[in-house]
């Protein structure tokens, strides 16, 4: 039901118009799945379903936000307060409910222009000086970039001793894979899951490429119910990089 309302809103009405009443239509369609079986704990939203996307992650339709906004959103909560925090390419949902927390500071960013955010940066160089952040949120962008290895430096290098940085990418077994040669949007997809995707990160990998740029790291795995009330993926990871300058 979700994907047809949404594509038959999409047929007829401007791109702008849709992002200009992004909430209104979210609210309308989300009267089709009032009910008490689940719950969104970003917007407190309960709903009979949770909306399956194609790459079968739950969506709630009244906030939009996905398995890992709601997971990360539960690490969040009550640790933020009088901190500075540097999100990249943030999710509106999740975006709109760190704003109202009692931050120091709240930066987003996001370079291609795909999320609303403050400001522009780019993150295998980025335009802060050094120790700035307590927090830095980097969900979904690494497997984007060229040359991660850099931006990993480049987040070392801006966040405070002691800061801390949530990272997430997709992950598969096994080793890294990339393959420069591998260039078009085709052939991504086939390769790397996606078509701006530049490689598939392995949890190991991840954190040994984050370790080698200064950081002590932690994942955090979690084992969910198939069914459960807040519609979390039933496996998920979570990758916790720390700047402490005693490691």
Known sequence: MYQNLKKTLKSFLPKKTLERNETLFRSIISMFYIGNKY???????????????ENCDKLCPKCGSVSRNRHLYTLLQNTLENKSILHFSPSKSLKSEIQKMDTQTYITSDYLGE???????????????????????????????KQDKKAMQELFRILKPN?????????????????????TEKGRLEHFGQEDHLRFYSVSGLQSRLEEAGFKTQNLCFNEKADNYFGFLENET???AKKDLKF
Do not use: M, R, W
């Open 115 to 145: 999320f609303q955010a403050l400001k522009n940066l780019n993150i295998e160089a980025i335009d802060e000086p050094d120790n700035t952040y307590d927090v830095i949120i980097c969900y979904h962008v690494l497997e984007h970039v």
């Open 163 to 183: 800061g801390i940085c949530y990272i997430q990418t997709p992950f598969k077994e096994g080793d890294i894979y990339e393959d420069n040669s591998i260039i």
């Open 238 to 240: 979570i990758i916790i």
């Open 39 to 53: 719950q969104c704990n970003i917007c407190g939203f309960k709903l009979s379903k949770f909306v399956k996307t």
